[in-house]
C-alpha cells in the first residue's frame, strides 16, 4: 500500500481521504516532530554524549530519546518546554541503560595511555582536564552544571527538571564552579612549582 492509494477521493463519496482530521493530525505530528528533530538534535546529542562520553552510545541515546518523543508527542503541550522535555526523556534513557547492562570497571590507573593517544594541542587538554573535572563532579553538582552549560537552561529551568527549589539549583551551580575553579588554581599552582 502507498500514500497514493489513500490519497485518492473514495469512489461515490467525493470526499478526498487526506481531507479526514486523522491524516491531518497525523501530518501535523510528522511536520512537528521533524521540527523538533531539526531544532534540537545537537543539543541533545551534546548532552548525550557528556553524560556517557561515547559517540555511538550517544547516538543510539539521541534516537532512542526521539523515538520515545514521537511516540509521547501529543504530551508536549507547549512548544516552549520540548528542549526539557528531550533532556528529561534522555536521561530516563541514560538511567535505562543502567539498568540494563553491567559494565566491567576498568581502573584508569592500570592503563596508563600510550603516547599515541596523548592529547596534542593545548586546548585539547584543556578541555579534555576539564571533561575530567566536571565528570570528578558530585552528581547533585555535575547535572545542574552540564544542563546549564550545554543544555543553556536557566536555574529555573533546571529546577523544574530535576524536581528541585530554585535556591538549591543555584547553590549547587555555584558549589560546582567553585570546586572546577580551585582545581584550576590548585593545577596552576602546580605547573608553577615544576617550571620553577
Known sequence: MTLGFFRKKKAGTGKDPSATP????????????????????????????????????AEDLVQETFLRAWKALDALVDDKAAKAWLITILRRENARRFERKQFDLVDLDEHPQSDQDALHSEQEMEHEWLRRHIARLPD???????????????????AAQLGLNK??????????????????????????????
Open 140 to 158: 547533585e553538582y555535575q547535572e545542574p552544571l552540564l544542563l546549564q552549560v550545554l543544555g543553556g537552561f536557566s536555574g529555573e529551568e533546571i
Open 167 to 196: 535556591n538549591t539549583v543555584m547553590t549547587r551551580l555555584f558549589r560546582a564552579r567553585n570546586q572546577i575553579k580551585e582545581a584550576m588554581e590548585a593545577a596552576q599552582q602546580q605547573r608553577g612549582h615544576t617550571n620553577g
Open 22 to 57: 486523522v491524516y491531518g493530525d497525523m501530518a501535523d505530528k510528522q511536520t512537528k516532530y521533524e521540527a523538533l528533530v531539526h531544532a534540537l538534535h545537537g543539543d541533545i546529542y551534546r548532552y548525550a554524549y557528556w553524560l556517557c562520553r561515547d559517540p555511538q552510545v
